[in-house]
């Protein structure tokens, strides 16, 4: 390609590979071809994200992840795996805020005056954030399922616990993180909500704000086998690392606030199996 190459012909994918290729000799050409690439009237979800998200100066530090990475990504175009990239990021940390809402309802206490102050990751899920997240949550929701593979597999199931509390996700490489660390979080949220009948109800009455979202706990008193089996896997999801604080995540303070949110959240359902387990002991004796 020129580096004349005509912006009306060219397409979202040649414009941004273009820029990333010039961007160290003609960064003002790159940036150019860049904002070409984000004005083209059809745009793919993923690309539109990725277009809208970040320029073309701050796109080859997000392409460290995948030069550093063992997994061998689905999609090699420079605008495809910056896509990847920031989508499996996104669908994570939404698996996160999930979570960490399925288990403490506490965290949409807005009456909370230090709430702002809070150093565990509470103020992430105010009903002031929820608006502004559920957005999120759908646009990189449609981004992954336009990227297809196991990327869309992600966002499916992330929709699919979201809205109905099932999670079918198979096995994943054991290069691929990002997979496994989603499939445990999302896995994680079903059956907690299997376990305790734990259910999010998102109110949408004029009597109830909108924005809130109520978490109802029916643990039962003695559970037959197949809960037996729930709270075993259960256990065992909850040890992935996933779940553990990340010492420090880049310097970014709401990863870090969010880690803390979520090895929180894992430590009360621990705590909640334990009482659970001691509680169904008290009844057979």
């Known amino acids: ?30 940036s150019y071809l ?11 979800p993923h690309e539109k994200l990725v277009l809208g998200s970040m320029d073309v100066c701050e796109a080859p530090a997000s392409m460290q992840k995948w030069r550093r990475t063992d997994f061998r990504w ?7 795996v910056l896509a990847e990239t920031l989508v499996r990021r996104n669908i994570k940390k939404h698996a996160q805020l999930l979570f960490v809402q399925s288990v ?56 699919k616990v979201w809205d109905l509390g099932t999670c079918e996700l198979p096995e994943a490489s054991r290069f691929d993180t990002d997979y496994q660390d989603v499939r445990a979080l999302l896995t994680a949220i079903a ?15 004029a009597e109830c704000d909108a924005l809130s979202i109520s978490v109802i706990l029916t643990p039962p008193s003695s559970p037959p086998p197949k809960d037996a089996q729930a709270h075993q ?7 992935a690392s996933v779940f553990e604080m990340l010492p420090d995540a880049g310097g970014d303070q709401e990863l870090d606030s969010l880690g803390m949110a979520v090895e929180n959240a894992r ?8 009482d659970l387990r001691a509680a169904n002991r008290r009844v057979h004796f």
């Open 1 to 30: 390609m020129s580096w004349h190459i005509s912006t009306f012909s060219a397409s979202a994918v040649d414009l941004t590979t273009l820029a990333l290729i010039i961007r160290p000799v003609a960064g003002s050409r790159a």
């Open 74 to 80: 689905e999609h090699h175009t420079p605008l495809a």
């Open 34 to 44: 860049w904002e070409q690439a984000r004005r083209k009237e059809i745009l793919r």
């Open 191 to 205: 059956l907690y909500r299997e376990v305790f009948r734990t259910s999010l109800v998102h109110a949408g009455t």
């Open 267 to 274: 430590d009360s359902v621990v705590d909640m199996l334990v």
């Open 104 to 159: 403490d309802k506490t965290l949409h206490d807005d009456n909370s005056s230090d709430i702002d102050e809070s150093t565990d990751g509470r103020y992430l899920l105010t009903a002031g954030t929820e608006a502004e997240s559920e957005v999120e949550r759908l646009q990189i929701i449609q981004a992954g399922k336009s990227l297809g593979g196991s990327t869309a597999d992600l966002a499916i199931a992330l929709e």
């Open 233 to 239: 896997t259960l256990r065992k999801v909850l040890g």
